[in-house]
Structures are given as C-alpha cells and as structure tokens.
C-alpha cells in the first residue's frame, strides 16, 4: 500500500500523466481511501490553476519593440 | 489569430502584427532565456533572439510552430553566450518563504502528522483576487532558484511539454520533474500559508 509521503511525492508526475499503468492504480487507490491526500490533490491542481492565471507582467516597452522589429524585417528584406 | 496568419501579416511588416508576436511570445523566450543564462544576460539574449527571428522569418518553413520555433531560436543563442562556462544542472532546492510539504508534515508511519488545512477559496479566480495573495506568489516564484521558476512557468504558463522543456533547457526529462514538482510544493505551501493565516 501506498503511504501519503509516497503520494506526495509522486502527485507531480501524477498530474502530469507520468506514471506507469501500476504506480497510477496505486494513487487512485490510496486517494479512495484517504481524505487528507485527496485534499492535497485537488488543492495541488488549484495550486497548477492559480499559476496558470497569473497576469504576466506587462511589456514595458512593448510598441517601441514592435516597431523596431517591423523595421529590422524591412531592412533584411533589402 | 492562427500562426499562419500572423505569419503572412508579419512577413508584409504590419506593426501591429510585431506587436502581437511579442506579446504572445516574448514571456514563453524570456523564461527560456532566464533558464539558461540566469537573470543577468535574460533580456540580451531576447533581443538577440527576435532579431535573429525577424531577420529569418522569411525563411520559416512551419515544420513546428511558430512558438516552437522562437524557443529554440532563443535556447540556441543563450546556449552560444554560455560557451564554455556552462553551468551545473541545479537541482538544489533555495528555501522558500514559506517553506514546502516536508518530511516534517509526515509521522514515522510516512502518514500525515499535519494534513493540508482545507483553503477557503476554490477557484483560482478567487484566489487571484486578493492583492496580497499575488504579491506573495510573486515573492516566492523570486525566491526559487532561476532553473526552477523558468521550469515552472513554462510548464504552467507556458503549457509546453515535458520532453519540450527538456530539450529546450537541454536537461534530462527527469530532472525537469524533479524541479516542477519542488517548485510547485513551495507554490502550494505559500498558497496554504496565506489561506491559514491571511497573510504572507
Ligand atoms: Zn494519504
């Protein structure tokens, strides 16, 4: 039986579909019966969510860029 | 808008489509460079890389994505600046603010001695909506070490691939692993901490 350190360390690759066939019944398992590694799951994958919705700092300099790369294009087009 | 429309509006020299081209992708090339050269050297490389790419787009064949494309510009220029002095993969692992899930919140029976308390907030937007909470996120994606945060972005922002995280930043897929996974215990402990206490 897997133990919750166990599921602990192995819930990354478990979100990201890296584990074998064996070692993801093991996880499925043991989440049937245990709440508190179910809790750090569910709260792991909204861990996942938040970084994925954090707003990206913004480009400060982002028009000035974009103007010097259409001109370099038009440059090396020659 | 598709890559290849992009594309077409960016070879006729549309300002605006260069404009769209470094916001969609100028974070994903700067978590790559970061990766590799460090802080220091990050944004050097990304203007040399969107040169290099301006300069060749005439010339992109779309076998990969456009995105695909940029990032390996980008990963082979940080790679050239390195030259020799290139560094050790590291794996090891800065504290973070608010510590991780550790050994310490386990028993001897490697069963929990200290469950994850239960957040009050479910979602993502809910949580995203206090000022405070973010800065925390933002102190502690500062706080691990630039492989780390570079790993984790591109993973979670960026939604790239394993084995295309790998192959960009040159190191084995495991450690990839290794590195996602630590960073985002930290992420998940300061997640919890603020949710325990309502601060950072
Ligand atoms: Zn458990």
Same mark, same amino acid.
């Given at each position: 039986?897997?133990?919750?350190?166990?599921?602990?360390?192995?819930?990354?690759?478990?979100?990201?579909?890296?584990?074998?066939?064996?070692?993801?019944?093991?996880?499925?398992?043991?989440?049937?019966?245990?709440?508190?590694?179910?809790?750090?799951?569910?709260?792991?994958?909204?861990?996942?969510?938040?970084?994925?919705?954090?707003?990206?700092?913004?480009?400060?300099?982002?028009?000035?860029?974009?103007?010097?790369?259409?001109?370099?294009?038009?440059?090396?087009?020659? | 808008?598709?890559?290849?429309?992009?594309?077409?509006?960016?070879?006729?020299?549309?300002?605006?489509?260069?404009?769209?081209?470094?916001?969609?992708?100028?974070?994903?090339?700067?978590?790559?460079?970061?990766?590799?050269?460090?802080?220091?050297?990050?944004?050097?490389?990304?203007?040399?890389?969107?040169?290099?790419?301006?300069?060749? #787009? @005439?010339?992109? +064949?779309? $076998?990969?994505? !456009?995105?695909?494309? /940029?990032? *390996?510009?980008?990963?082979?220029?940080?790679?050239?600046?390195?030259?020799?002095?290139?560094?050790?993969?590291?794996?090891?692992?800065?504290?973070?603010?608010?510590?991780?899930?550790?050994?310490?919140?386990?028993?001897?029976?490697?069963?929990?001695?200290?469950?994850?308390?239960?957040?009050?907030?479910?979602?993502?937007?809910?949580? #995203? @909506?206090?000022? +405070?909470? $973010?800065?925390? !996120?933002?102190?502690? /994606?500062? *706080?691990?070490?630039?492989?780390?945060?570079?790993?984790?972005?591109?993973?979670?922002?960026?939604?790239?691939?394993?084995?295309?995280?790998?192959?960009?930043?040159?190191?084995?897929?495991?450690?990839?692993?290794?590195?996602?996974?630590?960073?985002?215990?930290?992420?998940?402990?300061?997640?919890?901490?603020?949710?325990?206490?309502?601060?950072?």
């Amino acid at each position: 039986m897997l133990k919750c350190r166990q599921l602990v360390a192995l819930s990354s690759d478990y979100l990201d579909a890296q584990l074998s066939l064996r070692q993801r019944l093991a996880v499925r398992a043991h989440l049937a019966m245990c709440w508190k590694c179910r809790r750090f799951v569910r709260q792991l994958q909204l861990t996942q969510a938040v970084l994925r919705q954090m707003p990206e700092a913004p480009i400060d300099d982002l028009d000035e860029r974009a103007r010097a790369l259409a001109a370099a294009h038009r440059d090396s087009q020659g | 808008m598709s890559d290849q429309q992009l594309l077409r509006r960016l070879l006729a020299g549309e300002d605006a489509a260069y404009r769209e081209l470094v916001q969609r992708y100028q974070g994903a090339m700067r978590a790559v460079a970061f990766a590799i050269v460090g802080s220091r050297h990050a944004e050097e490389v990304v203007q040399d890389a969107w040169l290099a790419v301006v300069r060749s #787009l @005439a010339g992109f +064949e779309q $076998r990969a994505s !456009l995105k695909t494309w /940029l990032l *390996s510009i980008t990963a082979n220029l940080a790679r050239t600046r390195l030259k020799h002095n290139r560094r050790e993969v590291l794996l090891d692992d800065l504290p973070g603010p608010h510590g991780s899930v550790d050994e310490a919140r386990f028993d001897a029976g490697d069963h929990w001695r200290q469950p994850p308390t239960a957040w009050h907030d479910d979602s993502p937007e809910a949580l #995203l @909506a206090e000022d +405070e909470l $973010r800065q925390c !996120l933002e102190r502690t /994606l500062v *706080s691990l070490s630039e492989l780390q945060s570079s790993v984790l972005l591109l993973r979670e922002r960026q939604m790239l691939e394993l084995d295309e995280i790998a192959g960009l930043l040159e190191i084995s897929q495991a450690n990839v692993r290794v590195l996602l996974h630590r960073a985002r215990l930290k992420v998940f402990a300061t997640l919890e901490h603020f949710e325990e206490t309502g601060q950072c």
